[in-house]
T-cell receptor
Framework: DTGVSQDPRHKITKRGQNVTFRCDPISEHNRLYWYRQTLGQGPEFLTYFQNEAQLEKSRLLSDRFSAERPKGSFSTLEIQRTEQGDSAMYLC???????????FGPGTRLTVL | AQSVTQLGSHVSVSEGALVLLRCNYSSSVPPYLFWYVQYPNQGLQLLLKYTSAATLVKGINGFEAEFKKSETSFHLTKPSAHMSDAAEYFCAVNSGGYQKVTFGTGTKLQVIP
């Protein structure tokens, strides 16, 4: 059981740079979710994939954010022209069925200087 | 629409004492409800889930929660706190048909020796 993995675990970048995060879900899970968590808050939904199709995006996901899941397996989340307000923990989760429990990865902590 | 309210951002209990973490939800349809635990710099781990079966749900590490429709509550309890229970706990709701899970703002549990 490999669980959900995320890479990198930590990323420090300068304002204006682009960053990309990767998530590998549990292999048999066809649903994949991205969340953002800031200090003192619960995770906030960003976007959701069923297989390779991106089916829902939060209004939190500005034009600078893009997510892909090209082959229905791993997913990437890219943030362009990072801002200090993007500093947060980015969590990935996967699930087998809609409405069921989601299994979370360890997260990628982004710090924008 | 769906939402979760967790009463008390910080709860302190003595080791061996009862743990009670409160969660109230709002959902226009019968919900699925979850409790997750998060240790520092880690992802979220599922403690237990309610999916319209038994109203008293038992989870891992001795935790349980009771779904009370009349009170729209899903409080988390544990009869006797251990030092290892110190963490942040999140209540979450998924209304039938929605793909995303909405999390509460979390409750940090401190266990005093």
């Amino acid at each position: 059981d490999t669980g959900v993995s995320q890479d990198p675990r930590h990323k420090i970048t300068k304002r204006g740079q682009n960053v990309t995060f990767r998530c590998d879900p549990i292999s048999e899970h066809n649903r994949l979710y991205w969340y953002r968590q800031t200090l003192g808050q619960g995770p906030e939904f960003l976007t959701y994939f069923q297989n390779e199709a991106q089916l829902e995006k939060s209004r939190l996901l500005s034009d600078r954010f893009s997510a892909e899941r090209p082959k229905g397996s791993f997913s990437t989340l890219e943030i362009q022209r990072t801002e200090q307000g993007d500093s947060a923990m980015y969590l990935c989760a996967s699930s087998l069925e809609a409405g069921r429990e989601q299994f979370f990865g360890p997260g990628t902590r982004l710090t924008v200087l | 629409a769906q939402s979760v309210t967790q009463l008390g951002s910080h709860v302190s209990v003595s080791e061996g004492a009862l743990v009670l973490l409160r969660c109230n939800y709002s959902s226009s349809v019968p919900p699925y409800l979850f409790w997750y635990v998060q240790y520092p710099n880690q992802g979220l781990q599922l403690l237990l889930k309610y999916t319209s079966a038994a109203t008293l749900v038992k989870g891992i590490n001795g935790f349980e929660a009771e779904f009370k429709k009349s009170e729209t509550s899903f409080h988390l309890t544990k009869p006797s706190a251990h030092m290892s229970d110190a963490a942040e706990y999140f209540c979450a709701v998924n209304s039938g048909g929605y793909q995303k899970v909405t999390f509460g703002t979390g409750t940090k549990l401190q266990v005093i020796p």
